[in-house]
């Protein structure tokens, strides 16, 4: 256990969660379903069950330093500050040569910070094995969902049948269309891609030598000094200068020794309005309402969220997302949800960048 550690990457935006979702207070700050926790204090505590607390490290943007501290009081030094938006993989290897310094031997779970896991327990489980199994050899994971039916907005994992409980994997499959979704289940052999990795220090070392050598290079620049106080003034200085590049397609989809753990534990990455009303207790009328007391006539499948304790009364309404936050109200059919996007730019447009 003292040889397991994890990164919490917690930089993303969220912004399909909009209003609620900022560049300022993106989601994983935010109680998205009521529970009195924030999506990265779930994360944090899930987390705390098999890897000692001070050994769990977050991957942020330098604004969100403070958000951090506030919510999982962790020190300054559990934090890895990213001063420029590089995607994944820079912030991956800038954590992976931080970790070496200190502990050679150890192995490492990437986990984001903003999904919602029903057993917990089961979850636990799963990473253990995974971890004994990077312990001992040179592979990279990934943790596979089950699919329990032809989901269109998840990438998927197309891994090789085998007798042991860790199969390899043959490829990942970018987001399909319904009818290839619903191939892929009944073909068998396909699982969910949740974004969950699991390798040894060494192993995702290597695999940047080999795959994104100038990227390696360069954090390489900076081993005498992470972990100490000058680390900071050559992030700062040389952090811009990588590649702005996924995990997933720098590494996972051109290296030979990926492998996957089929699980079953409920999952939902919580990407957008309509995977958070999967997750709500609904009422007669399959409404999904946080933080207010409504009055549903004549309305059905909405999802509502507004600030806590208002009254909302809704009438003639089927399948929109309702959304207060602060002074903006969203009113948006659910079918029309992947352009919240569009809509936050022009909102920005009309009325300045403080409300996107």
Same mark, same amino acid.
Request: glycine share 6%.
């Given at each position: 256990?003292?040889?397991?550690? %994890?990164?919490? #990457?917690?930089?993303?935006?969220?912004?399909?969660?909009?209003?609620?979702?900022?560049?300022?207070?993106?989601?994983?700050?935010?109680?998205? /379903?009521?529970?009195?926790?924030? /999506?990265?204090?779930?994360?944090?505590?899930?987390?705390?069950?098999?890897?000692?607390?001070?050994?769990?490290?977050?991957?942020?943007?330098?604004?969100?330093?403070?958000?951090?501290?506030?919510?999982?009081?962790?020190?300054?030094?559990?934090?890895?500050?990213?001063? %420029?938006?590089?995607?994944?993989?820079?912030?991956? /290897?800038?954590?992976?040569?931080?970790?070496?310094? #200190?502990?050679?031997?150890?192995?490492?779970?990437?986990?984001?910070?903003?999904?919602?896991?029903?057993?917990?327990?089961?979850?636990?489980?799963?990473?253990?094995?995974?971890?004994?199994?990077?312990?001992?050899?040179?592979?990279? #994971?990934?943790?596979?969902?089950?699919?329990?039916?032809?989901?269109?907005?998840?990438?998927?994992?197309?891994?090789?049948?085998?007798?042991?409980?860790?199969?390899?994997?043959?490829?990942?499959?970018?987001?399909?269309?319904?009818?290839?979704?619903?191939?892929?289940?009944?073909?068998?052999?396909?699982?969910?891609?949740?974004?969950?990795?699991?390798?040894?220090?060494?192993?995702?070392?290597?695999?940047?030598?080999?795959? /994104?050598?100038?990227?390696?290079?360069?954090?390489?620049?900076?081993?005498?000094?992470?972990?100490?106080?000058?680390?900071?003034?050559?992030?700062?200085?040389?952090?811009?200068?990588?590649?702005?590049?996924?995990?997933?397609?720098?590494?996972?989809?051109?290296?030979?020794?990926?492998?996957?753990?089929?699980?079953?534990?409920?999952?939902?990455?919580?990407?957008?309005?309509?995977?958070?009303?999967?997750?709500?207790?609904?009422?007669?009328?399959?409404?999904?309402?946080?933080?207010?007391?409504?009055? #549903?006539?004549?309305?059905?499948?909405?999802?509502?969220?507004?600030?806590?304790?208002?009254?909302?009364?809704?009438?003639?309404?089927?399948?929109?997302?309702?959304?207060?936050?602060?002074?903006?109200?969203?009113?948006?059919?659910?079918?029309?949800?992947?352009?919240?996007?569009?809509?936050?730019?022009?909102?920005?447009?009309?009325?300045?960048?403080?409300?996107?």
């Amino acid at each position: 256990m003292n040889n397991h550690y %994890a990164v919490i #990457m917690a930089g993303g935006v969220g912004s399909r969660f909009w209003p609620v979702s900022t560049q300022k207070y993106p989601k994983q700050f935010h109680d998205m /379903l009521g529970t009195g926790t924030t /999506l990265i204090q779930h994360t944090f505590n899930r987390l705390t069950k098999f890897i000692p607390s001070s050994q769990i490290y977050i991957a942020t943007n330098a604004r969100y330093k403070a958000l951090v501290m506030e919510q999982l009081g962790v020190s300054a030094n559990q934090l890895i500050i990213e001063p %420029a938006m590089r995607n994944t993989a820079p912030c991956i /290897l800038y954590a992976a040569q931080k970790i070496e310094k #200190m502990n050679p031997k150890a192995s490492v779970l990437i986990a984001p910070s903003d999904h919602w896991i029903e057993d917990e327990d089961e979850f636990a489980a799963n990473i253990t094995t995974a971890f004994a199994a990077c312990d001992t050899r040179d592979i990279l #994971m990934t943790l596979g969902i089950t699919p329990t039916h032809p989901n269109t907005g998840y990438g998927y994992i197309k891994y090789k049948d085998q007798a042991s409980e860790i199969k390899k994997v043959e490829a990942f499959v970018e987001k399909p269309d319904l009818a290839t979704a619903t191939k892929y289940l009944a073909n068998g052999g396909y699982l969910w891609n949740a974004g969950i990795f699991i390798w040894s220090i060494q192993s995702i070392l290597n695999a940047f030598t080999m795959y /994104l050598p100038k990227m390696k290079a360069l954090f390489d620049q900076g081993n005498e000094v992470y972990n100490t106080e000058k680390e900071e003034a050559f992030i700062d200085a040389h952090y811009a200068e990588a590649e702005d590049i996924s995990i997933d397609y720098g590494i996972m989809q051109k290296a030979a020794n990926i492998y996957t753990l089929p699980v079953q534990f409920e999952w939902n990455d919580l990407g957008t309005w309509s995977s958070l009303y999967e997750k709500i207790a609904k009422d007669e009328q399959q409404n999904a309402v946080i933080n207010a007391s409504s009055v #549903m006539i004549d309305a059905s499948n909405n999802m509502v969220r507004t600030n806590t304790g208002k009254k909302v009364v809704i009438q003639g309404l089927s399948d929109y997302i309702v959304v207060e936050k602060d002074d903006v109200l969203l009113i948006c059919p659910k079918s029309k949800e992947q352009e919240i996007k569009e809509i936050v730019a022009k909102v920005k447009d009309a009325y300045g960048s403080d409300l996107g």
